[in-house]
């Protein structure tokens, strides 16, 4: 009887620590386009909040390999309660918001009307979920 308490306790002990591991960090994944040319590339991360330059993402790709130059993002995989941002770093100071709800693709020169080719090598991207 004593023995198969303390085995019970200790089933229970090693479920409730089980239960208590964090989750995996859901992943992203983000396409950017250069409407221009009709190249594009997408580039998966965790949505773990940190940020991570284009010009590492995206090395390799047909965009890296056409200069980094581009003119609109668009979430492709995410859940409703991601959210993300592109921060030029280059000095001036673009932070593009992008999320799962609402707002999933952006024109990255912020002008609808024509797709203005933007080097995005400076750029970061980082999301949450």
Do not use: H
Not at 31 to 49: C, E, K, L, M, W
């Amino acid at each position: 009887m004593q023995f198969t308490t303390i085995l019970a306790s200790t089933v229970l002990a090693f479920a409730s620590g089980i239960s208590a591991i964090p989750a995996p960090f859901s992943q992203v994944t983000l396409r950017i386009f250069n409407d221009q040319t009709g190249i594009n590339s997408d580039a998966t991360v965790p949505a773990d909040n940190a940020p991570r330059y284009l010009s590492d993402l995206f090395r390799g790709t047909p965009i890296g390999n056409a200069g980094l130059v581009a003119t609109s993002a668009q979430l492709t995989q995410f859940s409703d309660s991601t959210k993300c941002k592109l921060v030029d770093q280059t000095g001036k100071n673009w932070v593009i918001e992008l999320d799962g709800r609402a707002k999933n693709f952006v024109d990255l020169d912020g002008d609808v009307t024509k797709p203005i080719p933007v080097y995005i090598a400076g750029f970061t991207f980082q999301c949450t979920a």
